[in-house]
């Protein structure tokens, strides 16, 4: 029987990879993460202006170094009334998910409600290291900041994030119910096509 093929993901995020194992399950593909590769992927520098860019450049890095067709993401959080921020830097805003949720919230602190409309995008490259090709895809998810974590569930920005279509923040959902919204899963849709014409495999 031939090989099952591998992709890589290009992120040491457990949290992330789980998501990615879920969403993308059914494909006839083996996942593994650059971290369990060995492959630190905070060495790579993260230089871009945009999602996109930043995705771009994990992919193409990851993807020349195990010469494997290589899917890399880079995701944030955009809250509208503070022209976009944390954005591109929604990870590095602060040291650790707490402190980053405590400066948000404390930027955001008395404004009402309705104000406070926010989305998470995730843009992610599918890099092909044998013929050099990207793909690009981007998935969003609308919804609001609330005024406090609420929930246990998820990482990031997860507990503070309110999501109109599942009535609850991520903090609150299950993986189940935020893979059904997700900006992370909304993505995933797009590159299980490209995976599967790559591979030429079958769903």
């Not at 290009?10 to 492959?39: F, H, M, Q, W, Y």
């Amino acid at each position: 029987m031939p090989a099952v093929p591998m992709v890589i993901f290009g992120s040491s995020n457990r949290d992330k990879l789980g998501e990615v194992l879920t969403i993308l399950a059914g494909l006839n593909v083996t996942i593994k993460s650059a971290g369990d590769l060995g492959i630190d992927v905070g060495k790579i520098a993260e230089t871009g202006s945009t999602f996109s860019e930043n995705a771009r450049l994990k992919a193409v890095a990851i993807g020349q170094t195990t010469k494997s067709i290589t899917i890399a993401d880079d995701s944030g959080l955009a809250v509208d009334v503070l022209g976009g921020e944390p954005g591109i830097f929604s990870a590095r805003y602060e040291a650790d998910d707490q402190k980053r949720i405590t400066k948000l919230l404390g930027k955001l602190n008395g404004m009402p409600y309705l104000q406070r409309t926010a989305h998470f995008t995730c843009a992610i490259c599918v890099y092909d290291p044998r013929t050099k090709k990207k793909f690009d895809v981007i998935g969003k998810t609308d919804g609001f900041i609330v005024d406090r974590p609420i929930g246990q569930n998820g990482f990031g920005y997860d507990s503070i994030f309110f999501s109109p279509e599942l009535g609850k923040t991520f903090g609150q959902a299950t993986l189940t119910e935020k893979n059904f919204v997700s900006h992370r899963k909304r993505a995933l849709e797009l590159v299980r096509p490209i995976l599967i014409k790559l591979f030429k495999t079958k769903d």
